[in-house]
């Protein structure tokens, strides 16, 4: 059987307030996960995820730099697909979802957020995402 490729791009978006936060999505098929989505035109890596979470989540992001993780899975049979993953922090305050994608958007902490999200890469991706923050020295959290 022939698969289909597909890549998409999203982040990770944490805050301090006053622990640290995380923002996770739930898209209207139920499931919590991170905010991302493919790629438009000639966009990059970047521009993509930064589109995506603005798009999903009404959030305008800052990046982390020294962070860049990929994920891979089949959404359906017939279907592989990797996502390339950024870490950000938020550049605005108002959230605001994508009614025909998101039911609901949410700041969690690190406990509520893993046992939230659906799947298990993006548990994975979390632990790696909360381990990088903890390895930061410049005060950013």
Request: glycine content about 6%; some cysteine.
């Amino acid at each position: 059987m022939k698969h289909n490729y597909e890549k998409s791009c999203g982040a990770v978006v944490f805050r301090q307030s006053p622990e640290l936060e995380v923002l996770i999505i739930r898209q209207n098929q139920g499931h919590w996960c991170f905010p991302k989505g493919h790629a438009e035109g000639s966009e990059d890596e970047t521009e993509t995820a930064r589109r995506e979470v603005k798009e999903e989540t009404g959030l305008d992001i800052r990046f982390l730099g020294g962070f860049r993780e990929e994920t891979h899975y089949s959404p359906r049979e017939g279907v592989e697909k990797d996502v390339v993953w950024f870490l950000a922090s938020p550049a605005s305050n108002l959230l605001k979802r994508q009614e025909d994608e998101v039911s609901e958007i949410m700041w969690a902490n690190r406990l509520d957020a893993a046992a939230l999200l659906t799947y298990d890469n993006d548990r994975q991706l979390f632990r790696k995402a909360v381990r990088f923050i903890r390895e930061l020295d410049d005060g950013d959290f």
